[in-house]
């Protein structure tokens, strides 16, 4: 009896972790492959606490795998590679009112420049930032959690209406099915604007969670020109029209 006692606690314990590990680093990310290697893993912990007497030895061989399998590569040259084909410089300028609405993300702020169809230069400010969170469990275990934040802020009048409304179309997540929603709860959406606002100084501000993969910041600055450019009108007074 104590012997099983000890199994179900044991198990509760290496279970509690394996979630904790998919929660605050996996979901992040990788969040899809996370999901189904935390259920292979309760499946294989589970059946080790209870078939096999080498269950503690093989947990910590299955933790050791899927923590290798989630490491992160580095990709800091892709990410230099990206800013410099891109054009997008750091810069000292940034917008006090889309600060306001944002918050202080610690923020980096760039610049860069989006060519139309018709030629015409758009200029917008690129900001990476994050935040961060403690969890405590105990006097002596803490987890922090990062989330992290891309952000792309157009000046007064560099883009049009249509453009803005396709941009709150994008965020819109009242459509969510039920699957849609019970994945957003593990992970954060990746895909769409978390925030399509105007700023008091008139800046349009379109921001997306993201995480440091350097796919992730590829697809979100590749909408933005493709629609930036379909939908950007040549004449700055039809900018704010209703046409």
């Not at 499946?43 to 093989?58: D, H, Q, V, Y």
């Amino acid at each position: 009896m104590n012997d099983l006692f000890f199994r179900i606690l044991a198990l509760g314990g290496l279970n509690l972790c394996l979630f904790a590990g998919t929660y605050f680093y996996g979901r992040r990310y990788h969040p899809n492959l996370s999901l189904w290697l935390s259920l292979a893993g309760f499946i294989f912990i589970t059946a080790l606490c209870f078939f096999s007497i080498t269950w503690i030895g093989m947990s910590v061989i299955l933790s050791i795998v899927y923590l290798r399998i989630l490491r992160k590569p580095n990709q800091r040259k892709d990410f230099m590679e990206f800013f410099k084909t891109n054009e997008i410089y750091s810069t000292s300028n940034y917008s006090q009112a889309a600060l306001e609405v944002l918050g202080d993300k610690k923020w980096r702020f760039s610049e860069g420049k989006i060519t139309s169809i018709s030629g015409k230069t758009i200029p917008y400010s690129f900001w990476q930032g994050s935040t961060s969170s403690m969890v405590s469990s105990g006097q002596y275990v803490r987890t922090t959690s990062i989330t992290w934040y891309i952000c792309f802020i157009f000046p007064l009048g560099s883009v049009s209406k249509l453009f803005r409304q396709h941009a709150l179309v994008a965020a819109d997540k009242s459509k969510y099915t039920w699957k849609e929603k019970f994945r957003y709860f593990f992970k954060y959406d990746l895909e769409k604007p978390n925030l399509v606002t105007t700023a008091a100084d008139g800046s349009f501000i379109i921001q997306y969670y993201t995480d440091m993969d350097i796919s992730h910041y590829r697809r979100r600055l590749e909408w933005i020109r493709n629609n930036i450019t379909e939908h950007y009108y040549p004449v700055p007074g039809k900018a704010f029209s209703d046409n």
